[in-house]
């Protein structure tokens, strides 16, 4: 199925921007990370990496209260770890390019901080990167976040890499307390012969129309869970008594979907996120 260039469109800007409006914000990237009480482990264009070590403190707690005003207090270890990746890896960065002391311009940033994050855990400090941030903690009282790339992309040292403190430890998050419910529902429906859609909250899709659906796991208050959370796992199950609705993945977003109408009656399209549930009870109309 051809997919629009207006809908390729918000897709992409999903992706860069994390944000902005409904379609935009809840086209999910599968890159994450899948953070546990026993282990982290990352996929990165769909290939996934565990790290050799694990967080035996516990898991975070999702109610935490994150300061930016925090003081450091592992600053000195993050430091430790940044040299010694730069040790074993130097195929990493750019040595030759320099911005203050041992400022080295980073050539491989997931790889980087994914390095630094394993470095730590190796020492019996608890570490992740959820591609936004390192985070690390060494109880369950606290934990700190680090952004260790400058805006021009060489390493940012010392204790101003802190950007949050929080209290008690943020992370890692149990997915299963912190997904309360999935939405599965249309974000855009599209007819080709100029007739007009239905609201995409009504759950109808014409025939011959093409419909855009997304899953987005929620907490309680209905607001989005983070993909660093809930991970890049989802599996779709599509239920109809006759040929209501084909289906089709939409290019690289597994928390996405195309429905094509083609004859009149209900179907279910549901999602399964971690050990969470959720359906578009749907109908085609003529």
């Known amino acids: 199925m051809r997919i629009p260039k207006s809908l390729l469109f918000v897709f992409l800007a999903s992706v860069a921007c994390g944000g902005g409006p409904e379609t935009a914000r809840e086209a999910v990237p599968e890159s994450s990370v899948v953070a546990g009480p026993s282990r982290f482990r990352t996929s990165s264009e769909g290939a996934p990496v565990e790290l050799p070590a694990f967080c035996a403190v516990g898991t975070?707690?999702?109610g935490a209260h994150c300061d930016q005003d925090g003081t450091p207090e592992l600053w000195l270890a993050v430091d430790a770890a940044?040299?010694?990746?730069?040790?074993?890896?130097?195929?990493?960065?750019?040595?030759?390019?320099?911005?203050?002391?041992?400022?080295?311009?980073?050539?491989?940033?997931?790889?980087?901080?994914?390095?630094?994050?394993a470095a730590l855990q190796a020492k019996g400090i608890c570490a992740q990167y959820d591609f936004r941030v390192l985070q690390?903690?060494?109880?369950?009282?606290r934990s700190e976040q680090y952004d260790l790339i400058l805006p021009?992309?060489?390493i940012r040292r010392g204790p101003v890499g802190l950007?949050?403190?929080?209290?008690?430890?943020?992370?890692?998050?149990?997915?299963?307390?912190?997904?309360?419910?999935v939405r599965v529902a249309f974000y855009a429906i599209q007819c080709e012969d100029g007739r007009t859609p239905p609201r995409n909250g009504e759950g109808i899709l014409p025939t011959d129309c093409s419909g855009y659906v997304t899953a987005t796991p929620k907490k309680a208050d209905d607001t989005d869970v983070h993909k660093s959370?809930?991970?890049?796992?989802?599996?779709?199950e599509l239920e109809q008594t006759g040929n209501q609705v084909g289906i089709e993945e939409f290019p690289a977003v597994a928390f996405n979907r195309v429905l094509r109408g083609r004859d009149p009656g209900t179907f279910r399209l549901c999602a399964t996120v971690q050990t969470h549930r959720g359906c578009l009870e749907g109908e085609v109309t003529p």
């Not at 990746?85 to 195929?91: F, G, N, Q, T």
């Not at 960065?93 to 980073?106: A, C, E, I, Q, W």
């Not at 950007?163 to 419910?181: E, G, K, M, Q, Y």
Request: proline share 11%.
């Open 229 to 236: 959370v809930h991970g890049p796992a989802i599996v779709w």
């Open 82 to 117: 940044i040299d010694e990746l730069v040790a074993k890896r130097p195929e990493l960065f750019n040595l030759d390019r320099v911005v203050g002391p041992k400022g080295y311009y980073v050539l491989a940033p997931d790889e980087f901080y994914l390095g630094v994050a």
């Open 152 to 154: 021009n992309g060489h």
């Open 136 to 141: 690390v903690k060494n109880s369950q009282a």
């Open 60 to 62: 975070g707690d999702p």
């Open 163 to 181: 950007t949050a403190s929080c209290a008690p430890a943020s992370f890692p998050l149990d997915p299963a307390v912190v997904i309360h419910h």
